[in-house]
């Protein structure tokens, strides 16, 4: 064994009583740091070699106590993630279905995000990149980082070009690359 590694910890060797224990501490250092889903906690346990019947049970224990909420939890993933991240609402529903939220879950999340708030964070993620861009990038590679940027936050394309051209406009630019790839 390296020095300094621990051996691999196995909850099946551990009483059931020191299994269930265990299991508990887990979920709940986890919950510490972040809410989870159920499904994340679950992968968690699983992972770290604990059976079925001990995650299911506590995870069920753990929603009855409003612990784990999957629906709770999406609500604050979407106001932290389009807050902090800007990211769009397609890339947020992507994300939550990564955590093993429920799809209907990640929708109604995401629906509390109107098109107004969509188009407005996607404004400002613009307007930051063009103040780092510097006077040297011209307008083709400006529009390409901006396109690339908002595409990488699962923005719509025509919701993208739209934004660019009007920041772009508003930033001093002739922005008649994006008019004509617009009236193709």
Not at 61 to 84: G, Q, S, Y
Not at 111 to 131: F, M
């Amino acid at each position: 064994m390296a020095e300094g590694r621990k051996p691999k910890f196995d909850p099946m060797e551990l009483s059931p009583e020191e299994r269930w224990k265990k299991a508990k501490e887990i979920c709940y250092d986890q919950l510490a740091v972040r809410s989870r889903s159920q499904d994340e906690l679950r992968q968690t346990l699983l992972r770290k070699g604990f059976d079925d019947e001990t995650t299911e049970t506590l995870l069920g224990k753990l929603v009855k106590a409003e612990l784990v909420n999957d629906a709770t939890f999406a609500e604050e993933w979407v106001n932290a993630r389009h807050t902090h991240k800007g990211l769009s609402k397609a890339a947020l529903v992507m994300e939550l279905k990564r955590k093993g939220v429920d799809s209907e879950i990640a929708v109604q999340a995401v629906s509390e995000l109107d098109q107004e708030s969509e188009e407005a964070r996607a404004r400002e993620l613009v307007q930051k990149k063009l103040r780092s861009l510097g006077a040297d990038v011209d307008e083709q590679t400006a529009i390409r980082r901006l396109l690339g940027m908002l595409g990488r936050k699962g923005y719509p394309q025509g919701l993208s070009y739209m934004v660019i051209r009007e920041e772009l406009q508003e930033f001093g630019a002739e922005s008649t690359i994006l008019d004509d790839a617009l009236n193709d």
